[in-house]
């Protein structure tokens, strides 16, 4: 869960900046709390708080002078404003912002604020984005149209969508996630129409790219289920796609990742099953991902896109073979389950993206386990000791252990997220408590706000909580682990992750993510490390996804092994990423889990996201090693930080910063 840095603007996340206002002397003109000057990277939005003051206690009127093209300067309806922008490559350079504060009552005293925008690119070269292949579709009459337009952008902004022309009664609507969602039901056949979709550059309007999709509308044809009709009124139904997931008794738990199913189904066609279930996520299946079932294999089929070279097949995550044909044959089988996504690749070699992705076979019977997989270590902790951890037994949150709220309070947004986090240790009076427990369990409830705590939200639409340990814990290397289970819904964003202990105070400022779940996603989880260079800019190592299982139907353990300069993520007990680096923190780090709502990466809730949203957690725990480590990696742009001497392996004391030590921009408390 990238967080922003104090002095430096991280470059996937739009910042609101909360400022100090400066009173004036008594009789004096209104001023405007300083602004500092901001870097920010071309398509990045930027969001500030313009705070005037007046020594007479009057409101006085805020301008601006010289906006930028499709900037915004809006009212909050308490004095202030925010200007908001998004800088194109048309305003790379310094940008010099003016704001004027003028006296509500003698208009002629008037003060000046200049803000100074330096806009910078990551990249010389601008590409024009593109549209992952949609293929053409036919259904009968009564049916919907309804499919995703998904934009690619080799810069990593967010393209505009277009579609033209719009059939009558369709929708293009927004996902809030850079996607948009087509969608039509046709009222007569037969027809045909051909809608083209268009993706245009944030930076450059002149550089798009267009696919145009053939929509084919045919009378209900008079078959059974699983039949077909002539070619030119209906289409083959593959059974396979369609087949539910397994069930399991409640006896029985789903298997997890790289453990084979408890249970057989027996089919007419196979004499000796070996696939037996096919399970489609139907949150973000593909359209025309299929699987066909033999005794010994499993062969997966895709839509043909016409631009692709090749395919790139990935098992589990992993690359396992490129194929030139959209087809992929899996003979050696294991017992496990094996989770496909496709990779598409262009002429050029250098343009890459998913063509289908979601689609699960489950394998038992075979009797045989794949001995290329990792497996659970059982001396994994033979050398490590206990050290903190809450079994959540209790029927209340123990506040000796966690604080609930972040260092740097309400005032920053990040991510652009739309919750408010009830700092319920802090406010236990606020009215609502986001933290539930049964015996077993704690529980982080995400709910709409309610109109009566709305004014106590920050004007945030959404209520959340978050458990830090600061106060209680921090720690350089060790293994951390949580067991958890998740809701499926979009927007919800819940994580476990550390964050070193002198943020914004220079270094490296890193952050391990243990777990981040994307409530649409029920069958991925993400592990990532982030780091600042010595040249300040954010280094992040690829979102490293787990995909195969259903993490919103039961619990699961997430934990991360921290030590010099390697970083090892596991799910159920399995190894499933490894980072070695140089950057691997050597800071004092903390715990964090929390739920977030909407942002850049979980989008806005929709009609679908069920409330509340629940994060349950069944315990935390944090052990170290019994001896330190005796090969530490020292950074040279580590030795400068505040209390580098501390003793890798070992637990830090707190040392809570002074008041000069806080990171500046902070509410120090």
């Known amino acids: 869960m990238l967080k922003i840095r104090s002095s430096l603007l991280a470059p996937t996340a739009a910042l609101l900046m909360t400022l100090a206002p400066v009173m004036a002397h008594a009789n004096a003109r209104p001023v405007i709390a300083p602004l500092p000057d901001m870097d920010v990277q071309v398509g990045e939005t930027v969001q500030v708080r313009v705070i005037p003051s007046d020594a007479d206690g009057h409101v006085p009127a805020l301008r601006l002078i010289n906006p930028p093209s499709g900037s915004t ?23 010099e912002i003016t704001f004027e504060a003028a006296d509500a009552k003698d208009s002629s005293l008037k003060t000046v604020r200049q803000l100074y925008i330096s806009v910078v690119t990551s990249k010389e070269t601008n590409l024009a984005p593109s549209i992952k292949p949609l293929s053409d579709q036919t259904i009968t009459l009564g049916s919907q149209f309804d499919f995703q337009v998904i934009p690619v952008d080799p810069e990593g902004h967010v393209p505009s969508l277009r579609a033209t022309p719009m059939p009558e009664g369709a929708r293009f609507d927004d996902n809030r996630d850079g996607t948009r969602q087509f969608q039509w039901t ?8 051909e809608v083209t979709f268009k993706a ?21 044809p008079d078959t059974t289920p699983g039949s077909t009709s002539d070619d030119n009124n209906s289409t083959t139904t593959d059974l396979s796609y369609n087949s539910p997931p397994p069930s399991y008794s409640s006896d029985e738990q789903e298997p997890a990742l790289g453990q084979g199913s408890n249970t057989s189904t027996e089919t007419d066609d196979l004499v000796d099953p070996k696939v037996v279930a096919l399970k489609t996520f139907t949150s973000h299946t593909t359209l025309g991902f299929t699987g066909e079932l033999s005794e ?19 098992r589990q995550g992993k690359y396992v073979t490129t194929v030139w044909s959209n087809s992929y044959t899996e003979h050696e089988l294991f017992d496990q389950d094996y989770y496909y996504e496709i990779q598409a690749f262009d002429q050029t070699k250098t343009i890459y993206y998913y063509v289908a ?6 394998v038992t019977t075979t009797g045989r386990t794949d001995p290329s997989k990792p497996k659970s270590d059982p001396d994994l902790l033979q050398d490590y000791e206990l050290i903190f951890a809450d079994e959540f037994n209790g029927n209340s949150l123990d506040t000796s252990k966690w604080n609930t709220s972040f260092l740097w309070g309400d005032d920053i947004i990040i991510n652009g997220e739309l919750q408010h986090y009830v700092d319920i240790k802090n406010e236990p009076d606020f009215g609502y408590n986001p933290f539930s427990f049964d015996g077993e369990s704690l529980t982080i409830n995400s709910i709409e706000t309610p109109s009566e705590l709305a004014h106590k939200a920050s004007g945030q639409p959404y209520l959340s909580g978050l458990i830090t340990s600061y106060d209680a814990l921090q720690f350089v290397y060790g293994y951390a682990e949580t067991r958890a289970k998740v809701t499926f819904g979009r927007s919800y964003w819940p994580a476990f992750w550390l964050l070193n202990a002198y943020y914004g105070q220079g270094g490296d400022d890193p952050e391990i993510d243990i777990m981040e779940f994307i409530g649409h996603d029920q069958d991925v989880v993400y592990h ?10 954010l280094r992040s190592t690829k979102s490293e996804p787990t995909p195969g299982i259903d993490y919103t139907s039961d619990f699961h353990t ?7 300069g390697t970083i090892i993520y596991f799910v159920d007990g399995i190894e499933v990423h490894r980072v070695t680096n140089s950057k691997v923190s050597q800071q004092s780090m903390y715990l964090i889990a929390n739920t977030a709502m909407g942002g850049w990466w979980a989008g806005n809730p929709d009609e679908t996201t069920p409330f509340p949203g629940k994060y349950m957690i069944d315990y935390i725990r944090v052990y170290q090693r019994v001896t330190p480590f005796d090969d530490v990696m020292l950074n040279d742009d580590m030795t400068e930080l505040p ?3 501390d003793m890798p392996g070992k637990v830090v004391p707190n040392h809570r910063p002074t008041l000069e030590q806080w990171p500046a921009g902070y509410p120090y408390k």
């Open 558 to 564: 997430f934990a991360v092994e921290w030590k010099p």
């Open 357 to 362: 992705t979601g689609l699960t076979v489950s």
């Open 643 to 645: 209390y580098a001497d």
């Open 186 to 193: 046709p009222q007569t056949a037969p027809t045909t129409v």
């Open 200 to 220: 245009i550059d944030a930076d450059d309007r002149t550089l798009f790219n267009t696919q145009t999709v053939t929509l084919k509308v045919l009378n209900a």
């Open 296 to 314: 010994d294999s499993i062969h997966v089929s895709w839509n043909e896109d016409p631009e692709a070279l090749g395919y790139n097949v990935y």
């Open 528 to 537: 990532t490390y982030h780091y600042y260079d010595e040249y300040g800019q």
């Open 73 to 95: 300067f809006f009212d909050n309806r308490d004095g202030t404003r925010t200007f908001a922008w998004t800088p194109q490559t048309k305003d790379k350079g310094v940008v």
